[in-house]
């Protein structure tokens, strides 16, 4: 069995890729509210801050509403490894 790493996500840089994304997009908070057919926008803000990721299945929504893929939403975290 070989050792490597097996890779994740960053959840602060993800969350400034969907703010990116949303203003390429011009899309506001409250647009993706109602697209995404949500009671709250409390949900958006915290990804927005990174401190906690989306559902696959919004990720999948979110991915239509950009017109993009999951794989241009996600930021897979950097090794930070110095040796």
């Given at each position: 069995?070989?050792?490597?790493?097996?890779p994740?996500?960053?959840?602060?840089?993800?969350?400034?890729?969907?703010?990116?994304?949303?203003?390429?997009?011009?899309?506001?908070?409250?647009?993706?509210?109602?697209?995404?057919?949500?009671?709250?926008?409390?949900?958006?803000?915290?990804?927005?801050?990174?401190?906690?990721?989306?559902?696959?299945?919004?990720?999948?929504?979110?991915?239509?509403?950009?017109?993009?893929?999951?794989?241009?939403?996600?930021?897979?975290?950097?090794?930070?490894?110095?040796?």
């Open positions: 069995m070989r050792n490597e790493e097996l994740s996500v960053d959840k602060v840089k993800t969350g400034e890729n969907i703010k990116r994304l949303m203003r390429l997009n011009h899309i506001t908070i409250s647009q993706m509210q109602l697209r995404m057919e949500m009671a709250s926008a409390t949900n958006i803000y915290c990804w927005c801050r990174g401190e906690f990721l989306p559902s696959p299945d919004r990720l999948l929504q979110m991915a239509r509403m950009f017109n993009c893929k999951i794989d241009d939403i996600l930021v897979e975290m950097e090794d930070i490894k110095n040796d």
